[in-house]
């Protein structure tokens, strides 16, 4: 099975990923900008749900016309990073119900150590979204999506700002059935495991820390 990778050229969200990058750009404009572009993403990301015929009645006559159908819809952000896309994500899908995973990498290691998770609880009959603006040793993405499939989620993709060609070999190798939604797939990985060029450290961006 060969990785899917979809990756977003559509203009707006180019436009919006060059400031998220720019390291001018200050933690306010750089929050709006990661919801605007998530909300675009997340247009192309429910391009194929399944829909229903019903009919209903318009002020005018009866008519046919279509519904959402098929899986409930489930977003989990991987924090902190992660909550940056998910106000973008519920704009256009409020009734996506909403888990979490904590999960921080260890500047040392690499990788990743589990702190929090809260899932719906029929995880397991929902079609889930993993948000994350990074995808850079994949270290990350491959935890979440195990953690998922351990509960019994079989129908998971992975939303994300920036990706690196090592994240999603990662990915592949250990979930070559999830789908990856990208707006960019940048050059590499630098010595501490940052995407080059990328835009920096995403939680650090978004809540003003370091
Ligand atoms: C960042 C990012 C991803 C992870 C990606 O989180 O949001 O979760 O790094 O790196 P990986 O692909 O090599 O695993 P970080 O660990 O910095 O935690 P934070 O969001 O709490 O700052
Ligand atoms: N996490 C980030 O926030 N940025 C990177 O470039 C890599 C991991």
Known sequence: MEQKVFVFDHPLIQHKL??????????????????????????EVTRNLPMEEVEIETPISKAKAHVITGKKLGIVPILRAGLGMVNGMLKLIPTAKVGHIGLYRDPETLQPVEYYCKLPSDVHERELIILDPMLATGGSAKAAITFLKERGANNIKLMCLIAAPEGIETVYKAHPDVEIYTAAVDEKLNSHAYIVPGLGDAGDRLFGTR
Do not use: C, P, W
Request: net charge negative; no cysteine; aromatic share 12%.
């Open 18 to 43: 060059t400031f998220i990058r720019d390291k001018n750009t200050g933690a306010k404009e750089f929050r709006e900008l990661v919801e605007e572009v998530s909300m675009l993403m997340a247009y």
